[in-house]
C-alpha cells in the first residue's frame, strides 16, 4: 500500500469505519444493553488499541448569570482487546454491558446518547453516535406517578449542575419540576421539585424543594430572601411502595 494512502488514513481519508447497532433503542435504566460493534477497514491495514462506549448525557451549568450546556458520561465501557482490521475487512465485535441505574431518563429536555470510538494507533479516531430513550426504574417510576396523584403536573424535566453539598457521583442531578394543578396545594405551593440525588433498585435518595406561594407583606418578603423554599432530602425503598403517596404526602404537607 501506497505511502500516500497511509497519509490519507492517518488523516480520517480512507480509514477504517465504526457503526454500534443497538438491540433496541430504548432501555430501563439498570438493564443490560447488548449490541454489535461494526468495523469496516479502509485502504489499508490499521491496528486498533481498543473500541470503546460511552453513555453520555447533557445538564445544564451556570456560570456568572449565564447557562450553558455541557456533556458528561455516564459510564465507559471498553469492549475489547487490540486487534488488526485489514484493508476492505469487516469485523463485527459483539458487547453487553449493565446501563447504571442512575441514568438519566429521556423526558423533558434530557437526551442520552451512546458513542462509539476506535482508538487507532497513528491513525484518526472514527466515532458514532446513536441516541436512545432510556425510562425510569419502578421505584421512580412510582415516586413520579405518586406525586403527580397528590394533584401535581410534570412542567419541566431536565439535568443540572450538581452542588456539591451532595456528594454526587456525576456533575449533575435530574430534576423533576412539578406545578400543582388540583388538590390540597393549588393555591399553596408555587412548584414542588424531585431531584434524584442516586439510586439503586432498591433505593432512591432524593431531593424535595417545597416553594410556597407569597401570602401578604411578610409571604413577598419571605419570597425575595428565598425564605419561602424548603428543601427536604428523604431515602425511598421497595418497601415504602404500599404507603409511597401517603408519606410524600406528609413531607409535602408539613412544609407547605
Not at 207 to 227: P, T, W
Not at 240 to 252: A, H, R, T, Y
Request: hydrophobic residues 35%.
Amino acid at each position: 500500500m501506497s505511502f500516500f494512502n497511509k497519509v490519507l488514513a492517518s488523516v480520517g481519508i480512507g480509514g477504517a469505519k465504526v457503526d454500534t447497532k443497538l438491540e433496541k433503542s430504548e432501555y430501563v435504566a439498570g438493564e443490560t444493553m447488548r449490541g454489535v460493534v461494526e468495523i469496516y477497514g479502509g485502504n489499508i491495514e490499521q491496528q486498533i488499541d481498543s473500541i470503546y462506549l460511552t453513555v453520555y448525557t447533557i445538564y445544564i451549568r451556570e456560570s456568572d448569570d449565564r447557562k450553558y450546556t455541557d456533556v458528561a458520561s455516564v459510564i465507559n465501557y471498553k469492549v475489547n482487546e487490540p486487534l488488526t482490521i485489514g484493508a476492505n475487512e469487516t469485523k463485527v465485535v459483539p458487547f453487553s454491558f449493565v446501563l447504571p441505574v442512575d441514568t438519566p431518563i429521556t423526558i423533558g429536555n434530557t437526551r442520552v446518547w451512546v458513542g462509539t470510538g476506535l482508538d487507532i494507533k497513528n491513525g484518526a479516531d472514527p466515532k458514532d453516535k446513536d441516541f436512545i430513550g432510556v425510562r425510569p426504574t419502578s421505584l421512580a417510576a412510582q415516586i413520579l406517578n405518586e406525586t403527580e396523584r397528590l394533584g401535581f403536573t410534570l412542567r419541566k424535566a431536565e439535568c443540572e449542575q450538581a452542588s456539591r453539598r451532595y456528594h454526587n457521583k456525576f456533575p449533575f442531578v435530574q430534576e423533576f419540576e412539578f406545578v400543582p394543578i388540583s388538590g390540597v396545594y393549588r393555591g399553596r405551593l408555587d412548584e414542588l421539585e424531585i431531584l434524584f440525588l442516586s439510586q439503586t433498585e432498591q433505593s432512591a435518595d432524593i431531593l424535595i424543594q417545597v416553594d410556597r406561594k407569597a401570602r401578604g407583606f411578610g409571604g413577598f418578603l419571605s419570597e425575595a430572601l428565598e425564605m419561602d423554599e424548603s428543601h427536604i432530602k428523604l431515602t425511598i425503598t421497595t418497601r415504602d411502595l404500599p404507603n409511597l403517596q401517603e408519606k410524600l404526602k406528609q413531607v409535602i404537607t408539613q412544609y407547605a
